[in-house]
Structures are given as C-alpha cells and as structure tokens.
C-alpha cells in the first residue's frame, strides 16, 4: 500500500513535469466556443435574418422552447 507521502510526492512531481505546457482542450468545449462565436457574429451582423440567427443558435443545441432561446431572439430582434 502505498503511503501519503509517495502520493504526496508524485503530485508535486507530476505537477511540476506539466507546468508550462498549455493546457488540453477537449473536443466538446472547442465545439461549444466555436458555435457561441458563430451566435455573436450572427447577432452583431446588421445584414443577418432572424431566421439564420435562430438556426445559428440552434447549433448549440438548445431546444426552441428554452429560456436561452427566447433571450437571444428577443435581444435580436431589439437589436435588429
């Protein structure tokens, strides 16, 4: 069995090996970030249709009846 100061030790360690290596990104988050700046180009784009901006936040995967819906269409649509 191995005692706290081995575990201990090997965190420290461990930690120490990774520091100023950047840090990983998974797949889920990298799609997530590039759907809301999909959203925020839509939004800020004076040309965009509701339409293609109720599509755009679609991709996000949030259903039409979520309250994240009808804040985005109701702040697009004071907007647009």
């Given at each position: 069995?191995?005692?706290k100061?081995?575990?201990?030790?090997?965190?420290?360690?461990?930690?120490?090996?990774?520091?100023?290596?950047?840090?990983?990104?998974?797949?889920?988050?990298?799609?997530?970030?590039?759907?809301?700046?999909?959203?925020?180009?839509?939004?800020?784009?004076?040309?965009?249709?509701?339409?293609?901006?109720?599509?755009?936040?679609?991709?996000?995967?949030?259903?039409?009846?979520?309250?994240?819906?009808?804040?985005?269409?109701?702040?697009?649509?004071?907007?647009?």
């Amino acid at each position: 069995m191995e005692n706290k100061r081995d575990k201990d030790l090997r965190q420290v360690m461990k930690s120490e090996r990774s520091r100023g290596t950047p840090r990983q990104r998974d797949v889920k988050s990298l799609e997530l970030e590039e759907a809301t700046r999909r959203v925020y180009d839509q939004f800020t784009d004076p040309y965009c249709s509701r339409e293609n901006f109720l599509e755009t936040i679609r991709s996000l995967g949030q259903p039409d009846e979520s309250k994240l819906v009808r804040d985005l269409l109701k702040a697009f649509d004071e907007r647009h």
